[in-house]
Every structure is written in C-alpha cells, then in structure tokens.
C-alpha cells in the first residue's frame, strides 16, 4: 500500500479525510487530502508505517472571517516519486493535535508555526521560541501583522517612520 | 523532611551543563548546542537555533517574484545557483513559462560546478575542525577555481542571480566549455591526492569511523536527506527520484554507504563530486545552441502573476532535499513561501543521535552533515 | 664626526644641536607611534561568521588571497585574545546582545570592519516592518571601516583592512568608544 494513490484510498475508507474547505488546487504532489484536526496523528501514524517521511510543514494564514490557518503537510518516500499532500484547515485558537510523537522534526516544525503564526498545539512537549528570541511577543508571519514595536535594532527610533516604500515593480527590481 | 526542605532531584547531580555557541568556530555560523554532560558523555544535546533568522519567508511575501530571487542565493550560501534556479523553475512551473533547451542544460551545468564548490568547502572546513589545516588551502584552490569560472558566466562569487523565469540571464560564452574542462580536468588530477591525504591518515580515519551513526528510523523520522541519508545506505537524490530539469538525460549514479558514520558521510560527498564532474562532462557535450531566455521576455517581466495554486517543488540542493511551497492567490506577490531547508532536518536529528557520545567526538559529528545554519533560521 | 656630548648640564643650543645631529640616526616619536604601527601590522581578528559573508572572509584568508600578507590572518576563536572584529554577516535580532558581549569581551584596543550591505544598515533584508535583524552593527557597537558588497569581494575585504591599518597608524580612533 505504498502507492500514494492507494494510500489516500485507504484514508478515505477509514473516513480521515474531510471536503476542501477552499477550492486552491495543489499541484507538485501525487496526491493530495484534506484532513480532519481530529485524524491527523492517525493518518500520520498511516503514512508512517508505510514509509514515508515528513517532508515540510507550512502554515499558511488565510485570512478566514474566523480566523483560520491551513496548515499543509507534506510527506515523500525515499524509493519513488510518490508525493501526498496533507491539508488541515483548523480555526484560531483551536489546537491542533502534535506529531511530534510520530516524526520526531515535527516538534521543530510545530514550533516554528506556534510562534510565526500562534498556531496551537496539544500535546506538543515543549511549545517555545525556535527561531525568534525568547519572549517575542508578536507572530511575525500573520498577515495582519505591519512591524514589532520599536527597538534600538531598528531605524523607527531615530528615523521618522517612513511611509510604505514597497517598490513598484515598474521601476525597481 | 518537611515540605520546605529544598530538593535537588529535578537536575541528577552528577550531570553539568556546557554551553557551545553561538560563536564557535566549529558551529559553522551561528549554532548554539545546550549540552547535558556526565563527565565526557554526552547525555543530551539541545540545538538552538534562530541566530541567523532573517525572515526570509515574510519578505516573500512583501516582493514579487522577481525581486525575490536574490534572496534565494543567500539561504544556503554555498548552493546559490541550485537555490535560484530551484525558486525560478517552481515559478515557472505555477505559471507555465517554458524554458528553453540550452537553459536548462546551462543550468545543470552551473549547478553541478556550484555542488562541487559546496562540497569542496565542506571538505577543507571538515578537516579543518578535526584539527587538519593543509587540506584546507587545496581544497579552497579547487574552489577558487570553480568561482572564477561561474563569476565568468554569473557576475559574482557567491550569491548568484542568474536564474530568470524562462531561463537564465546570461549565456555561456563559446569558450566557456573549454575553461570549463580544464578545471575539470584540475579537480581529476586532485582525487588521488585528497585520497592520500585525507583517507590514508590514520587521526582522520579513527576520529570518523564509527561515531554519529544514524539508523534508518531517525532518519525516516527526521527526513534526513542528502548526502547524510546516502551514507545511511539510501539511495535517494530527488535529481534521480523526481527528476527535474535536464537531469533525465544525463547518466550518473547515487553513491551510497551502508555503514551511517562520519566517514561515510565523507565519502559518500566525494563520490558525489566525481558523478557531478560526470553530469558535467556530459552537459558540455550535449550543450544545445539556441536561445537562453524564452522569447516572451518574462525574465525581465516585473507584473507577473501567477494562477491561484499551492505548489511544492524539490529539487536536490548541496546539502539534501530543498523543497519551495508557493501558495499564489493570483497576485503580482507570493501569498506565502515556505522552504524546506535540507540542514534543518539533519541538524535536528543530532538531538537523537548524538547523546552516547564522547563530547570529543561532537565537532566530528556535527561537521559531517555539513549544515549550513542561516539556511536552517531562514 | 660624531656627535660629541659636552660634559656637564648641556644647554638648550646645545641640545637643538644634538638634535640636529642625532636626526638622521634617531627617530624621535612617540611610543603610542610605535605601538600603533604594531598594532596596525599584526591583526588578530576573531573567528567568527554570521551568515554568507563570513564565506568570503574565509576566502581571504585561504590560498589565493591570502590575508597572512598583510598581517591580519591569525584568525582566534577566542575574543580575549582577538583586537579586530570581522562583522561578517547578518546580526538578527536573537543575535545582537552576543555580538555586543563578544565585541565587550575584546580587549582594548580594538577595532571593527562592518563587511557587507547587511552589517553596515541591515542592507538586503531592510524593509519597511521587518522583524528579525539588527539594521546595520551601528546600533549596537562602534564601527570603525565599512565595507559595502553583498558579498564583498575578497579584495574588498583587503582594501577595508588596508584601510583599517593605516587609520590605526594614524593613531585616530573615531566615534563612541564602547
Ligand atoms: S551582505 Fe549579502 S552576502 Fe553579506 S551577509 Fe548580508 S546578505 Fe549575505
């Protein structure tokens, strides 16, 4: 049952898998499927057994009126092209269950979306700061998040705060 | 014993904390490793990370795909050209734009020699932590080798940008094949001495053998990739696996190593560099004539945007598997990047692999899987 | 000739004489002037990288640059026994309190080259609300040569510590002194 195809097959029948709550198309994967927050360590454990490894984690901020994080599994095989995507569409402030008890990165992983996002985690054995500083306080990778407080790290103390110099594609680049 | 007796037994008294990092010269940037010691024995390690943090993946999202691309030469410094090549063809393929034939020859062709580089550092910065500094000065004469002949095609040293969508932004000049081939034939005439100077010395053989031995799970459990998961005796390269570009027609094989310890970390990487002087041998035969940018300009094209999608895209960078999540919401500007960094995983196994040891054998086991940290901070 | 030292306290005529006859024999400076030209002549910078422009400044000191011409290649992994700080990379924010204690572990006199856009104002990751670095070493230490690239070639490198020499010569230091 290494085959993606067969293997979200047999998702499906165990009825882990869940209706796309958008409509973004994957591509770059064999397979793809969304999953419910409550299947997921489940259907790791699957893609475990089968062999395959935990290749990425992605956070992604979709701007959901209630405030939701897809977040975008990926897992690949050392013997073939065999690619599966997994998608977990999970509301704010609703953990998510850890597989950091199934592979051993995802504690890495988990972390860097708690503090870039704020995205929850339960039963995760050590939920901190992997790449800020300790104590940051802001979630850098949220799109609503503009600029950290001043600091003397930074121009905002001494220059007067610039207005928005994003460049225009037409004459920089 | 009352309840206010103060207690110890949450730290076992004969274990002592040791500091290593952020600056030391064998963390290879900016690692910070919190070790837990029982006199020599390392009883637990814990990697710190985020030193070179840089925010890489917000910029992403603050620039169009053009100007992001000099950001990918600087995530893993030393395989700049498979980094931006790697984001160009994740866009392309999202987007569709074709890439024409001499390109993607070129750009196996300037990726390989950048492999070679990469690995050539690696080596001399090995040796150098084990305590050897001779090794050094060759290898970086290899390298130097090397650069002036991608800073002949490229413009720089180090960071490159070459990599446009729909090809590249310079081509390879008519004599660049024969430049190309000397060094090449230099490298060849260096295998049997960095044989005899590294393999057949006794400190270098007995510090490498038989210490940081990954087993297969920690490395299915981590996704360890690369050259670290070759010397495991996995033959996977994803140039092989999910090949991409113009690896297809090129004839090389994936050197592997069952025995998982530093030496065969060593030797799986020179066995590497001497299939990378195959692709190359075999691109600059096969080289077509032809344009290098696809016609519809889109190298240069500021406002491209891209169909609404997620897309992952691996390619095998120096160091292992690199991976680029694009998500576009149809935009001029990605809607979220995210890279998978091959040093992350492999630094991160070290939690798992490294306890047991003696705290001598750390810098030999750290400097095998040849991390590269601000790649792994992003 | 000779210079003849007349017997008893010599006068003030006699000593412009002596001077006089001395100066094509003795240099007469001061012993800072000196030291200086040691110190400019024999750099000690610390090893230590940040991120892609340490890779350069490894490559100065290797085979074909080879920073030991000009003195300055005795790279110490320790900053107590370091007087040049290479700022070679980018300093992010997790990062800038261990480049000021690194930078405060350095014995005086010491000196600093910022190498690269990134340590002279944060260069390629400077963006209006940017989070994770320090916008140039500047903020957090005294900088005494720029060096501007991304990376800077190593013959730039060379040029700043050339540069760095002869303002050390100079005996000028310049700015805070922290
Ligand atoms: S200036 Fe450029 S090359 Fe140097 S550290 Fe910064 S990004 Fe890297």
Redesign the pocket.
């Known amino acids: 049952m290494a085959a993606p195809a067969e293997l979200v097959r047999l998702l499906d029948e165990r009825g882990w898998t869940a209706e796309p709550p958008t409509a973004h198309p994957m591509s770059g994967v064999s397979e793809s499927r969304w999953v419910l927050p409550e299947h997921l360590v489940a259907a790791a454990r699957a893609l475990k057994e089968a062999g395959y490894f935990y290749e990425s984690l992605t956070c992604v901020d979709r701007l959901d009126p209630q405030g939701a994080f897809e977040l975008v599994l990926t897992f690949a095989r050392w013997d073939a092209p065999a690619r599966i995507g997994v998608r977990v569409w999970t509301p704010k402030d609703t953990p998510v269950p850890s597989l950091a008890g199934v592979f051993g990165i995802a504690e890495w992983n988990e972390r860097e979306a708690w503090e870039l996002f704020g995205v929850e985690f339960s039963g995760h054995p050590k939920l901190r700061w992997l790449l800020l500083p300790d104590g940051t306080e802001f979630r850098p990778l949220l799109k609503s998040f503009t600029a950290p407080p001043p600091s003397i790290y930074d121009d905002s103390l001494t220059a007067p705060a610039s207005p928005d110099d994003r460049t225009d594609p037409d004459t920089h680049g | 014993m009352t309840a206010q007796t103060p207690t110890l037994t949450a730290e076992p008294l004969d274990t002592y904390t040791l500091n290593m990092g952020p600056q030391h010269p064998s963390t290879h940037g900016v690692l910070r490793l919190v070790l837990t010691l029982r006199g020599e024995k390392l009883v637990h390690v814990d990697p710190v990370i985020g030193y070179g943090h840089r925010g890489h993946e917000k910029m992403a999202e603050n620039r169009t795909y053009a100007q992001f691309l000099p950001n990918t030469s600087?995530q893993d410094?030393l395989s700049g050209v498979i980094y931006n090549n790697a984001w160009c063809e994740a866009v392309e393929k999202l987007a569709g734009i074709p890439v024409p034939e001499r390109a993607l020859v070129a750009r196996v062709i300037l990726a390989e020699f950048n492999r070679l580089a990469s690995h050539l550092m690696w080596i001399g910065a090995y040796l150098l932590d084990l305590g050897g500094w001779t090794p050094q000065l060759y290898t970086w004469d290899d390298r130097e080798a090397i650069l002036f002949l991608l800073e002949s095609v490229t413009g720089s040293r180090?960071?490159y940008c070459t990599g446009r969508f729909g090809g590249l932004s310079r081509d390879l000049d008519a004599d660049f094949p024969a430049r190309a081939r000397v060094v090449l034939k230099k490298l060849k005439d260096r295998w049997q001495e960095y044989e005899d100077l590294v393999e057949g010395n006794v400190i270098f053989v007995q510090r490498t053998r038989g210490v940081g031995i990954f087993t297969k799970e920690q490395c299915q459990s981590y996704g360890v990739t690369g050259s670290s998961l070759r010397a495991a005796g996995v033959a996977y390269d994803v140039r092989k696996v999910e090949p991409y570009g113009a690896y297809p027609r090129f004839q090389f094989d994936i050197p592997t190593r069952p025995e998982s310890d530093a030496f065969a970390r060593y030797w799986v990487r020179v066995q590497e560099m001497k299939q990378s002087v195959r692709i190359i041998e075999q691109a600059l035969e096969q080289l077509p004539d032809g344009p290098i940018l696809t016609e519809r300009g889109l190298g240069s094209k500021k406002r491209l945007k891209l169909p609404v999608g997620t897309q992952y895209y691996a390619v095998e960078a120096a160091r292992g598997a690199y991976g680029i999540l694009l998500v576009s919401e149809g935009g001029t500007e990605p809607y979220r990047a995210k890279f998978r960094v091959p040093s992350y995983a492999n630094l991160a196994v070290m939690q798992d692999v490294m306890p047991g040891y003696m705290v001598a054998d750390l810098v030999g086991i750290l400097g095998s899987i040849d991390v590269i940290i601000p790649e792994i901070d992003r | 000739m000779g210079v003849v030292v007349p017997a008893g306290r010599p006068t003030d005529a006699e000593l412009a004489r002596l001077a006089e006859d001395a100066a094509p024999f003795v240099r007469l400076a001061m012993v800072e002037d000196v030291l200086n030209l040691c110190r400019a002549n024999s750099l000690w910078p610390i090893t230590f990288g940040?991120?892609?422009?340490a890779i350069e400044m490894m490559a100065t000191g290797m085979a074909k640059y080879d920073l030991a011409r000009f003195g300055a290649e005795v790279f110490r992994p320790s900053p107590r026994q370091a007087d040049l700080m290479i700022l070679?990379?980018?300093i992010s924010r997790k990062m800038a309190p261990v480049v000021q204690t690194l930078w405060d572990q350095m014995p005086e006199p010491k000196w600093s080259i910022a190498m690269?856009?990134?340590t002279i104002s944060g260069?390629?990751?400077k963006y209006p609300g940017e989070y994770a670095i320090a916008e140039g070493a500047e903020k957090i230490m005294r900088v005494d040569v720029h060096v501007p690239?991304?990376?800077p070639r190593p013959e730039a490198l060379i040029a700043g510590i050339l540069t760095l020499e002869e303002k050390i010569k100079q005996g000028r230091r310049f700015g805070r002194t922290r």
């Open positions: 600087r410094y180090l960071t | 940040l991120a892609c422009c070679a990379g980018t690269g856009g990134c260069g390629p990751f690239g991304c990376p």
